[in-house]
């Protein structure tokens, strides 16, 4: 059946590069989500742990203020929103650091190092940069939401072309049982809890062969 043959290569072309953006679209925001979720859970386990210790270092001293301000539960570090998250995780950045340029040994003896400050550092970097992504992957996927149109009309003119070339195989009992076919996969049956409609509507793309 060569009249069907160049639309269809053109029908599968068109559908396949639909379908690559519908996936890459999905996969912007997906991946954003999964690398945020893992960076916060990072930042969280070191921020609480790092301030446990230190205000353990703040209440030895009295300086009670100092401790309340570090020290969270877990749950309590991971049910921060972000901003929240960031600027309370900077705070125990800021006095973990200023502790141990002040009283390095005992701070040392309340289980914290220098090296906790740039771990912790690290963990806040990550968790900061990695905030944004999300935003750009929405605009990435606003993108390439805003080319489905356009894809969707090339689809639906391929379609349309193979509508009226399938009308020449209506002169043998093949051609016309493949023409049967053919309407049937035109079809979008509705299976609604609505008015009962007929048992199969033509699509939009293109026109039903009666």
């Given amino acids: 059946m060569p009249l069907l043959h160049q639309p269809a290569l053109q ?4 559908g396949g590069l639909h379908a690559g953006k519908a996936e890459r679209q999905e996969a912007a925001i997906t991946g954003a989500a999964e690398q945020k ?7 969280v386990k070191v921020a609480h742990e790092q301030g446990a210790a230190l205000s353990t270092y703040f209440t030895a001293a009295g300086r009670e203020q100092d401790a309340a301000a570090v ?3 877990l749950t309590k570090w991971a049910a921060l929103r972000d901003e929240i998250l960031i600027s309370r ?5 800021r006095l973990l650091k200023a502790a ?9 003896k309340h289980g914290l190092k220098p090296a906790d400050a740039t771990l912790l550092e690290k963990e806040l970097g990550d968790f900061v940069s990695v905030t944004t992504l999300p935003a750009e992957a929405s605009d990435e996927r606003k993108l390439l939401t805003d080319e489905f149109p356009d894809d969707f ?6 379609l349309k072309s193979m509508n009226k070339s399938v ?8 051609g016309a049982t493949f023409a049967g076919k053919w ?5 979008i049956r509705d299976r609604g809890r609505g008015k009962k409609e007929e048992a199969g509507t033509p699509v939009t793309a293109g026109t039903a062969n009666p």
Wanted: net charge positive; aromatic share 4%; hydrophobic share 50%.
């Fill in 183 to 187: 309407k049937q996969a035109g079809m």
């Fill in 11 to 14: 029908q599968r072309a068109a």
């Fill in 37 to 43: 979720a893992r960076e916060e859970k990072e930042l």
């Fill in 100 to 108: 141990l340029l002040a009283e390095p040994v005992i701070v040392a």
């Fill in 71 to 73: 020290d969270y539960s």
């Fill in 153 to 158: 009309a090339a689809i639906r003119a391929v």
């Fill in 167 to 174: 009308l020449r195989f209506r002169r043998t009992e093949l």
């Fill in 89 to 93: 995780s900077r705070t125990l950045l």
